[in-house]
């Protein structure tokens, strides 16, 4: 096990809903990535917050937003879901930056109807 | 995570036998790379990672190891077992572009070993 974890387990939503997935950190980690992973592919990079702020993102709408607390822990917000959005959710925290390990949390599988 | 693509690079090996997984990765810039084993329902789990500066590390049954020159990248399994089982993703990060920011990830091989 990594110490990272995350909520929900399983979410179910509709087209149009709004919905947050929330992360916590391993100890000692500071930095906190997101993940989306379709069925069958690999992970695809979100973003990343380094002490309570963004500190890069990749190809995702503004749809896609997140927040970093003091305490590492972190939250994942997608507005106005579409059904391409289902996906498993990960997210990974490592010390410092995402130069060093990062270690995954069970992730969250969200299914957009 | 249910990586249970339908579609993903297979790899057969018998119990006992040793697996090799293969990795060609895109950036030419990138210098630190992971593997990651992802069972069914879970996250991807860190088997072992290692830095342009190497072209080989060995961990606890595992070993990889890295050509630059071809950007190619393997990951071998000693004396593979059922839990082995999984699917396998390489990672790669490049400081250069993005000072490591993330980690872009292949497209996986699926283990399945044989009793």
């Known amino acids: 096990e990594t110490g990272v974890t995350q909520s929900p387990t399983h979410l179910i939503k509709t087209r149009g809903q709004q919905v947050t997935l929330r992360c916590s950190s391993q100890s000692g980690h500071n930095t906190v990535s997101w993940y989306q992973q379709a069925l069958g592919q690999g992970p695809q990079f979100i973003f990343q917050?380094?002490?309570?702020?963004?500190?890069g993102r990749g190809n995702f709408p503004p749809r896609f937003s997140g927040l970093q607390f003091p305490n590492y822990s972190s939250e994942l917000n997608v507005n106005a879901l579409e059904l391409d959005d289902s996906a498993l959710y990960l997210c990974?925290?490592?010390?410092?930056?995402?130069?060093?390990?990062?270690?995954f949390g069970p992730g969250t599988r969200l299914t957009v109807l | 995570g249910e990586s249970v693509g339908l579609h993903l690079p297979t790899l057969s090996v018998q119990e006992g036998d040793n697996s090799i997984i293969n990795c060609a990765y895109s950036n030419s810039a990138s210098d630190y790379f992971i593997w990651y084993k992802q069972e069914s329902g879970k996250g991807p789990q860190f088997i072992i990672d290692?830095?342009?500066?190497?072209d080989k590390r060995q961990g606890q049954r595992v070993t990889v190891l890295l050509n630059k020159t071809v950007k190619h990248l393997s990951l071998q399994i000693a004396a593979t077992q059922p839990g082995d089982s999984a699917v396998y993703f390489c990672?790669?990060?490049?400081?250069?572009?993005?000072?490591?920011?993330?980690?872009?990830f292949g497209p996986g091989t699926r283990l399945s070993v044989l009793p």
């Open positions: 917050y380094y002490r309570e702020e963004e500190n």
């Open positions: 990672a790669e990060n490049s400081y250069r572009d993005n000072y490591g920011q993330n980690f872009v």
């Open positions: 990974a925290s490592s010390r410092v930056t995402a130069r060093d390990t990062q270690y």
């Open positions: 290692i830095r342009s500066n190497m």
